[in-house]
């Protein structure tokens, strides 16, 4: 005979497997306690039951950028150092600066075994295009790191230096054809900000908007007359097809980018960089977000992780609790920064 305290948890485990609608999310609730009158997870269904499948890891850009660059490291290293036990795929669903895999993500609904990962484009996409969906719509995980952007042309351009821009820009803001990622984004903004230091109208920049690494190619191929990226460029500059004019970081850079110069040194008030993060979709189960935030932790602290920091130059800016918060300051950060060079929207 059940007695009536059996009877009421059996009462809510039935409740829970109705609301939970698939034994995943069951998983997901035994981990965190809820199976146990709300205390530590039982030794029944431990938290390390979870993942129990590959788990997806977004890029809503084209392979080769540094959305795409950042995604690969993140799932490589989280292998290599076996902080996750199953294979982390890296799906590339480029569109519409992001806004296509933040809406797929906004549909996917506490589904735990889907990650993205972003960077301002939370931000600066919805922004400028009046997109649905935001950061607002996602589960923020963890920001992992910042990097800046560097200036460059192809190796057969005429273009020889940082004054040459400025110059053809004083004589004409739209007279160069100039590509990098999505419009308002961290490339857009760096260019945006030369020509407002330089006393031109941002908004008639002749700005040529790519997906991921399909703004190498154009760059590569003559169809812009400059570009703008972010350090993963180092590459094709150290193999001779791309020449360097100018990063926008405060100082030089160390390692491969010592010898690269800097806007400010060329006596240009241009600095800025961009954040790469993690988002789970909305409603992602509270002990999944907790189990990703802690492996994060653990993979931000090894050699691993550091050599990839000091390799590419990436600022290590790590957060993950307080991630929401920063996210709502940057927000009204880049809103009145886009509204300033005529790029806001919404």
């Known amino acids: 005979m059940i007695n009536s305290k059996d009877f009421a948890m059996q009462n809510r485990r039935a409740r829970l497997f109705e609301r939970a609608g698939n034994v995943r999310f069951v998983v997901f609730l035994a981990a965190m306690g809820l199976f146990a009158g709300g205390g530590p997870a039982s030794a029944q269904a431990p938290q390390s039951e979870y993942p129990l499948k590959e ?3 977004m890029i809503p850009f084209a ?32 569109g519409a600066g992001g806004a296509r895999g933040m809406a797929e993500m ?9 990650l993205l990962g972003i960077a301002i484009h939370v931000h600066t996409t919805p ?70 230091a330089i006393g ?69 008030d241009v600095v800025n960089a961009n954040w790469r993060g993690i988002f789970g979709p909305p409603e992602m189960p509270a002990a999944v977000v907790q189990y990703w935030r802690n492996s994060l932790k653990k993979m931000v602290q090894t050699k691993a992780w550091k050599a990839e920091l000091e390799k590419n130059q990436w600022a290590d800016t790590f957060e993950s609790e307080t991630f929401l918060a920063s996210l709502d300051r940057d927000h009204e950060v880049y809103r009145s920064l886009l509204q300033q060079v005529g790029l806001l929207k919404k």
Request: proline residues 4%; hydrophobic residues 40%.
């Open 200 to 268: 031109g109208d941002p908004s008639k920049l002749t700005y040529v908007a790519y997906s991921g690494g399909e703004s190498n190619a154009a760059i590569l191929g003559g169809h812009v007359d400059v570009g703008m990226g972010g350090l993963e460029l180092i590459d094709l500059v150290e193999g001779g097809k791309m020449r360097v004019l100018a990063v926008s970081a405060p100082a030089r850079l160390g390692g491969r980018f010592k010898a690269l110069p800097t806007f400010v040194e060329q006596g240009y």
């Open 127 to 196: 922004l400028t295009t009046g997109t649905k969906h935001s950061y607002k719509d996602l589960t923020p995980i963890a920001k992992l790191f910042s990097e800046y952007q560097m200036m460059v042309v192809r190796t057969e351009s005429p273009i020889k230096s940082l004054k040459e821009v400025d110059a053809a820009l004083r004589k004409d803001v739209g007279g160069l054809k100039i590509g990098g990622a999505s419009v308002g984004g961290a490339d857009h903004m760096s260019v945006a900000k030369f020509a407002k």
């Open 106 to 114: 906004a549909q996917r609904k506490g589904d735990a075994y889907i």
């Open 63 to 94: 392979p080769g950028g540094g959305v795409d660059l950042f995604g690969r490291t993140v799932a490589r290293v989280l292998s290599d150092e076996k902080i996750v036990s199953k294979r982390i795929q890296v799906v590339n669903k480029p």
């Open 55 to 57: 788990i997806e890891l």
